[in-house]
């Protein structure tokens, strides 16, 4: 139940034996509503433990855990606490492949495809073109043009690589671009700029752990959705 908040260091700065701790002492706060009957007691209590980015992934365990309970206690699933304004008829699955040689990205493409039928595909990158181009090609060998494609660089990328990839991202028809650089880099704005003009979406990952986080994105107008 981490969430995006994982407690990855170069993420919040938190690890996960820190995390670990957090909840350890959430749990034993006299606040803690042992007792729930109603979800806003859940939401009070969990945003005043909030004075920092390094908890949050102690915070997304926590809440998740008691809203799960919660909701299992009033016999609902947890999604029934949220509004229902963005509730969709339908599920979109997806699947994620991960980096590696031409060989393995084939066989999990292949697996993808013809046993699950999923079409959906976010394909990790890292910052070594010939390596990111080798994947690609594995993976429209297998789908052809028939496959919705994400990209995630999990802020590997600085500005001049960004830059080395834009014709790779053409020239595969890549759809989304998840988390290019680290979070408040410079060259973000140059970058989402280039990836507009090829209609190429730019989504946002590490940069977004917390409202404020993403109030900022949207203020700066660089990203265009979130994981």
């Not at 109603?38 to 939401?43: A, H, I």
């Not at 079409?119 to 028939?146: C, P, Q, S, T, W």
């Not at 991202?169 to 060259?187: A, Y």
């Not at 940069?207 to 986080?213: I, T």
Request: hydrophobic share 40%; aromatic share 10%; proline share 3%.
């Amino acid at each position: 139940g981490y969430g995006e908040s994982a407690p990855r260091t170069y993420v919040t700065g938190a690890y996960q034996e820190q995390a670990l701790s957090s909840v350890g002492r959430f749990v034993k706060q006299e606040g803690l509503p042992w007792e729930l009957k109603d979800v806003n007691q859940l939401w009070r209590f969990t945003q005043g433990l909030l004075k920092g980015n390094r908890d949050y992934a102690a915070i997304c365990a926590l809440e998740t855990a008691l809203l799960d309970a919660f909701a299992k206690s009033q016999n609902l699933h947890a999604a029934a606490y949220f509004p229902h304004g963005f509730y969709n008829d339908e599920i979109q699955y997806g699947a994620a492949v991960p980096l590696a040689d031409k060989k393995r990205v084939t066989k999990i493409c292949d697996f993808i495809k013809t046993v699950l039928g999923i079409n959906r595909i976010k394909l990790k990158l890292d910052r070594h073109f010939d390596r990111n181009k080798i994947a690609l090609e594995a993976l429209r060998g297998v789908y052809g043009r028939d496959c919705d494609l994400k990209v995630d660089v999990n802020c590997d990328w600085d500005g001049e690589i960004a830059l080395e990839h834009i014709d790779l991202i053409r020239e595969f028809d890549v759809k989304v671009v998840e988390q290019p650089m680290v979070p408040g880099h410079p060259d973000i704005g140059m970058f989402s700029a280039r990836l507009k003009k090829l209609g190429v979406a730019l989504m946002a990952d590490e940069s977004s752990c917390s409202l404020l986080d993403v109030k900022t994105l949207h203020r700066e107008g660089h990203y265009n959705m979130i994981n």
